[in-house]
């Protein structure tokens, strides 16, 4: 059975439809990444499957679950994370209060999941009383995917988390998002920088115009000519 | 020296109750515009509910701070918190929410607010009538004098038993409120809510229970505000307009969103209400007789009358606006 | 485009009419138009607060401080003049203060520019700030010397003796700049803020009002104010009333045709596509803040000029008079009732809510009595004394309640705005 699977959905804004079937499908172990040209669909997909807008056709599941429509906090429970591509932290509280509100749903393993988080991302323990606001783009992202950890969720959503970081960050964070996938969260990202996401993928997703256009393997996807000279910029 | 501690009586003390009256007011105005985004513009008739509500429970039992030896009203004070605080949640689920649940506008929420102002003045006004009346039932005020250890100063600096009483509270209130937040679960996720509801939500914040959470303490600390007020002068049904512009301004002068700024804004107000209504010429009075003849002082130096101290929170607001319209600590919401 | 016959409006207006007439032939006929003229009185406040906030979205908490401030206006243009004042020294007195006034202002002003001949600017601004409060010492204690003088030899300084529109005009003026100061502050900030602004400075303006004794008598009141029209005197009550009636229609007529022009005018559709979406307003070129606070200005000054024609009428100026329920909150029940942004509905809501109003007090009394006989029959229940005055409390909590009910349950009020698909 899949990890996350999600069929034919169909949904938008205000009774514009921005997606018009888009099938994805990740197992347990594996990382998923949808790639595409901008107002593809690909953000919204992923706000779709989060329960942050309507989904009027088709199913999403969760293990065979299906939770389509369901609101954010009870998905959260029901083990998914997400980490927004923009405010996605707390500016105000500081690095270690940002962690703690991802385990609010347990705070028994706050302690536990606390000392794996640091052990994932050694640069934040230094700062852990700063503000989050004052952290770098780099840091902030790694909070964001912290916070989202903190919950222990077995599939974790990230909305491009690699947007305006400096390419050294960049390689960072597909490094962190390969370790995390290592300890068996599954994960499910759209990223612009199509190329080098697609080379950690298990499988990958390209969208246009709210459609799948292909789904395959990352590798298959890259090696595949259509597909580089449609997206990947030859 | 007199005119020492007559300075000492009519600004420190006096400004000092005000502030402390007015930053628990704004904490509570801040906390609702944090996490609800709107200016809650019944909160100056919650602190009337909550005196009134004592001065009832006074009124049934006015014996019972006897047997403490505190005044009644302070003994029945956490009755009516209570109930504030339950009547503020209940007010929010139903007038606020059902708005909030239709994504209007903020502004359309504080008119909401003002058509609750209304009801609850109605209602506060055909309990208790239009009249003032003291919360003193059984007993006498307790008025602890003071005598400066200065030869000059003949007269005694002058506190009473329910100023004495509300400075205590105030501090309570300000270091349980900075516990609150800074150590709890619920308080830290109330800040989170207030820096970004929507990623509260995705990290399983339950956003009702916080919105309710900011209502019990809002009404709690309301009920506080408005008995100490009534304690210090007198219960008086009709005081929320001329309440509602200070604790709007001490918010706004602190920072919207900012609950350590509001308690600061209070004491700013409260302060700079008493510096202007207070004669100045008292204090120079003893150095008349060094001043040039030419000089002739008016006897009333004054900033403002006394019937005139609400232009002192306006104008702070207003400059405050005009020049620094995020308040003294950067608050979160313009 | 539709041109059916409105039935809503249609209706609702009969109805209103039937209501009328039935006042009429209960309640005599100089009761009745003595009602419709302060109906039209609130008609022309309900235009400036449907422009605010039906138009431009902007709350105006303060309806009651540009009423007062019109309502000065007028006493203070058509009072006849008060030769015990004019007669003395204390004129002359009044404006020597007034010329210091202007002398500190200007200097103030000009040490607030001393940066520009090479001062720094922390110098500067502290010696600006000295200097205004020094000046402002020197100017308010010699004012209170004067105002002391006034009050204790004349009483008041009285009018000016001019006719009626004058005052009704100036009041309109008055009004107008005091909106343009709170709009200038407030207008680029939260509309929260104006809501508070508003609020502060109408109970500031009444305070003024209220201790003002060389100015406006404070307390003693002022009447009998002089109308524009042949008075109660010459042609009793009925027939006075209808003319000024007739006045305050004429008034609401030109005020009604000049908001539908400018509404449908390339004004009132950028007006409406700010106050729709501020951002794509913003974003093709359209100076927010300059529109923003040209309507709010218009409606302050609408504001004034019906509070002016409100006071004339009563014939009486009493600050005390004024009050945040029945000047401000009354009127925000008849345009959010009415409905906002619709010119019609805003009169027909001012009219039906202010029947309702008026009617309200004799039934609130009535159900008070009632209660008061069952509840000293049933439960030997011990009336307090001031019965009367907690009735009355009863309106301020229906006045809420109607508030509350109409924003969740009819938010676009009995007759909605009807933005035209396009013009």
Redesign the interface.
């Known amino acids: 059975m899949a990890l996350l699977e999600a069929s034919d959905v169909h949904g938008g804004y205000g009774g514009m439809n921005i997606l018009n079937g888009v099938n994805i499908a990740i197992e347990a172990d594996q990382i998923g990444v949808i790639v595409g040209p901008n107002g593809a669909g690909k953000s919204t997909m992923l706000k779709a499957i989060f329960g942050l807008l309507e989904v009027n056709q088709g199913e999403i599941r969760l293990r065979g679950e299906p939770i389509t429509n369901l609101a954010p906090n009870k998905l959260v429970h029901k083990g998914m994370g997400f980490v927004p591509q923009e405010k996605n932290i707390f500016p105000s509280l500081s690095l270690q209060e940002n962690l703690e509100m991802g385990t609010y749903i347990r705070p028994n393993n706050f302690r536990r999941m606390l000392e794996q988080i640091y052990d994932f991302f050694p640069p934040l323990v230094e700062k852990r009383h700063q503000p989050a606001g004052e952290l770098s783009g780099g840091q902030r992202q790694m909070v964001a995917m912290g916070r989202a950890l903190m919950a222990e969720p077995s599939v974790l959503l990230l909305d491009e988390p690699t947007a305006g970081l400096s390419p050294m960050y960049m390689n960072e964070i597909f490094e962190r998002v390969k370790t995390i996938n290592a300890a068996g969260v599954g994960i499910l990202m759209v990223e612009q920088h199509a190329k080098q996401a697609l080379a950690i993928a298990h499988k990958g997703f390209v969208l246009a115009a709210g459609q799948n256009r292909f789904t395959d393997t990352g590798e298959a996807l890259l090696n595949d000519p259509d597909v580089a000279k449609s997206f990947l910029g030859g | 020296m007199n005119e020492l501690v007559f300075f000492l009586n009519n600004v420190v003390v006096s400004g000092a109750v005000a502030g402390s009256i007015y930053a628990m007011g704004a904490i509570g105005v801040t906390l609702v515009f944090s996490i609800m985004r709107?200016?809650h513009?019944a909160h100056a008739d919650m602190m009337t509910l909550g005196a009134l509500l004592v001065l009832a429970l006074t009124t049934l039992f006015p014996e019972a701070g006897l047997a403490i030896g505190l005044p009644t009203a302070i003994v029945m004070l956490p009755v009516a918190m209570v109930i504030t605080a339950i009547a503020a949640v209940g007010i929010d689920r139903v007038?606020y929410r059902?708005?909030r649940a239709?994504k209007?506008?903020?502004?359309?929420i504080?008119?909401?607010s003002?058509?609750?102002?209304?009801?609850?003045?109605?209602?506060i006004?055909?309990f208790a009538?239009?009249?003032a009346q003291s919360l003193y039932i059984a007993e006498r005020k307790a008025i602890f004098r003071l005598e400066m250890p200065f030869e000059l100063a003949s007269r005694p600096v002058i506190i009473t038993e329910p100023q004495v009483i509300l400075f205590v509270l105030t501090l309570v209130a300000v270091v349980g409120l900075h516990l609150f937040l800074s150590r709890s679960?619920l308080g830290?996720?109330m800040?989170?809510m207030?820096?970004?509801p929507?990623?509260?939500?995705?990290?399983?914040?339950?956003t009702d229970t916080i919105v309710a959470v900011t209502w019990i303490i809002a009404g709690g600390l309301a009920a506080v505000a408005g008995t100490l007020l009534s304690l210090d002068v007198a219960f008086k049904p009709d005081l929320s307009?001329?309440l509602?512009?200070p604790i709007?301004?001490a918010a706004?002068v602190g920072g919207v969103g900012h609950p350590y700024g509001a308690i600061a804004g209070g004491f700013v107000i409260g302060f700079a209400e008493t510096l202007a209504v207070f004669n100045w010429s008292v204090l120079l009075r003893p150095l008349r007789d060094s001043f040039p003849t030419w000089l002739e002082l008016?006897n009333?130096?004054a900033?403002v009358?006394t019937?005139?101290k609400?232009?002192v929170?306006?104008f702070i607001?207003?400059a405050i606006?005009?020049w620094r319209?995020t308040g003294i600590f950067k608050g979160?919401?313009? | 485009m539709n041109r059916t016959l409105p039935v809503r409006e249609t209706v609702l207006f009969s109805g209103l009419l039937v209501a009328v007439v039935l006042i009429y032939l209960s309640m005599g006929s100089a009761y009745s138009t003595r009602m419709l003229v302060e109906a039209a009185c609130y008609a022309i406040l309900a235009l400036g607060l449907t422009i605010q906030w039906g138009y431009a979205g902007q709350f105006n908490a303060g309806v009651m401080g540009f009423v007062a401030l019109g309502g000065f206006a007028a006493m203070f243009f058509s009072v006849p003049t008060n030769p015990d004042f004019w007669n003395t020294d204390l004129p002359g007195q009044l404006g020597i203060v007034l010329l210091m006034l202007v002398v500190s202002i200007a200097l103030v002003f000009v040490a607030s520019r001393l940066d520009r001949v090479g001062l720094p600017k922390r110098l500067r601004t502290i010696v600006t700030v000295v200097l205004a409060l020094v000046l402002y010492l020197v100017v308010i204690s010699a004012l209170r010397e004067v105002t002391g003088e006034i009050e204790s030899q004349a009483g008041f300084i009285g009018g000016l003796g001019l006719p009626a529109w004058t005052g009704w005009i100036v009041g309109g003026a008055l009004a107008g700049g005091l909106g343009y100061f709170i709009g200038h502050i407030c207008l680029g900030l939260r509309s929260d803020y104006l809501a508070i602004a508003t609020l502060g400075i109408a109970e500031i303006i009444k305070a003024f009002l209220k201790n003002s004794d060389w100015l406006t008598r404070g307390t003693a009141t002022v009447s009998p104010l002089p109308w524009p029209t042949p008075g109660p005197s010459e042609l009793g009550f009925t027939l006075s009333r209808a003319l000024y009636l007739s006045i305050t229609a004429v008034l609401i007529a030109v005020i009604f045709f000049l908001l539908h022009r400018a509404y449908h005018a390339p004004w009132g559709r950028m007006i409406r596509a700010i106050r729709d979406n501020e951002v794509s307003a913003a974003a093709m070129g359209k100076d927010i803040n300059r529109r923003r606070l040209e309507i709010f200005v218009l409606g302050c000054i609408l504001m004034g000029i019906g509070g002016a024609v409100l006071t004339s009428f009563n014939g009486l100026f009493d600050p005390q008079g004024y009050l945040p329920l029945n000047h401000t909150f009354l009127v925000l029940v008849m345009v959010i009732l009415g409905g906002p942004g619709n010119n019609l509905g805003t009169i027909f809501g001012a009219v039906l809510v202010y029947i309702i109003w008026i009617m309200s007090e004799p039934l609130a009394l009535f159900l008070m009595q009632g209660a008061v006989t069952l509840g000293e029959a049933w439960f030997g229940w011990d009336a307090p004394s001031n019965l009367d005055s907690r009735a009355l409390q009863a309106r301020v909590f229906v006045i809420g309640l109607l508030i509350s009910l109409v924003l969740r349950y009819e938010p676009k009020g009995l007759i909605p705005e009807k933005v035209p698909e396009h013009d």
């Open positions: 709107f200016a513009f007038f059902p708005l239709h209007v506008k903020p502004i359309v504080v008119i909401g003002l058509g609750v102002t209304l009801m609850l003045q109605g209602l006004r055909l009538g239009t009249s679960r830290k996720a800040r989170a207030s820096d970004n929507d990623l509260a939500r995705a990290s399983g914040i339950n307009f001329f509602l512009l709007f301004a706004i008016p009333n130096l900033l009358g019937e005139y609400i232009v929170p306006f607001l207003v606006l005009v319209p979160k919401v313009i």
